[in-house]
T-cell receptor, first 114, second 112 residues
């Protein structure tokens, strides 16, 4: 069974701290790994990672994938209260018939206190 | 705003009833995916349509069905509703198979 595990499940930090969120996976037919941020409702896309060792950056957020060890990390530097959200890791799995599905982890709930 | 729209935003109904959730993908997107998010299960993939054709099924119950119309909007039909069907239902769309999925705002279904 395809599985995505995120840790920690929740994290409380102070503004200005740096955080690292973890995502490990065991899937049958890996295509890509994605990070989403979910605040009140819809998950919003952050990164898609397909190759090992290549860091993707967007402002204070960055992410990297290790396809050998089957994990990814999402770093957020100089955290702000607006970073408070649930961060979801999803693995895109090819399931045949010209289709794929996203398998999600349970998420890491990040709370940034002023 | 992802460009994916879903209606209604909220739906409250009784057990045994049937409801229809609607999704309009981003302009130009051919793929539509449906997901269910409940507190205990997290986000679960239900079904994928590409250009009107069903491509894959995930953890979708037989009481649930979906279709994608020629104008590419999609509907998810849930019948014989049970209390456990209460959840957030998201649709996501993408250009094609290898492109990022963008999520709609979701429909919150409450079954009483």
């Amino acid at each position: 069974e395809d599985k995505v595990v995120q840790s920690p499940l929740s994290l409380v930090v102070h503004e200005g701290d740096t955080v690292t969120l973890n995502c490990s996976y065991e899937v049958t037919n890996f295509r890509s790994l994605l990070w989403y941020k979910q605040e009140k409702k819809a998950p919003t896309f952050l990164f898609m990672l397909t190759s090992s060792g290549i860091e993707k950056k967007s402002g204070r957020l960055s992410s990297i994938l290790d396809k050998k060890e089957l994990f990814s990390i999402l770093n957020i530097t100089a955290t702000q209260t607006g970073d408070s959200a649930v961060y979801l890791c999803a693995v895109e799995v090819v399931i045949g018939g010209g289709s794929e599905k996203l398998v999600f982890g349970k998420g890491t709930k990040l709370t940034v206190n002023p | 705003d992802s460009g994916v729209t879903q209606t209604p935003k909220h739906l409250i109904t009784a057990t045994g009833q049937r409801v229809t959730l609607r999704c309009s993908p981003r302009s130009g997107d051919l793929s539509v995916y449906w997901y269910q998010q409940s507190l205990d299960q997290g986000l679960q993939f239900l079904i994928h349509y590409y250009n009107g054709e069903e491509r894959a099924k995930g953890n979708i119950l037989e009481r649930f069905s979906a279709q994608q119309f020629p104008d590419l909007h999609s509907e998810l039909n849930l019948s014989s509703l049970e209390l456990g069907d209460s959840a957030l239902y998201f649709c996501a769309s993408s250009r094609g198979r290898k492109d990022t999925q963008y999520f709609g705002p979701g429909t919150r279904l409450t079954v009483l």
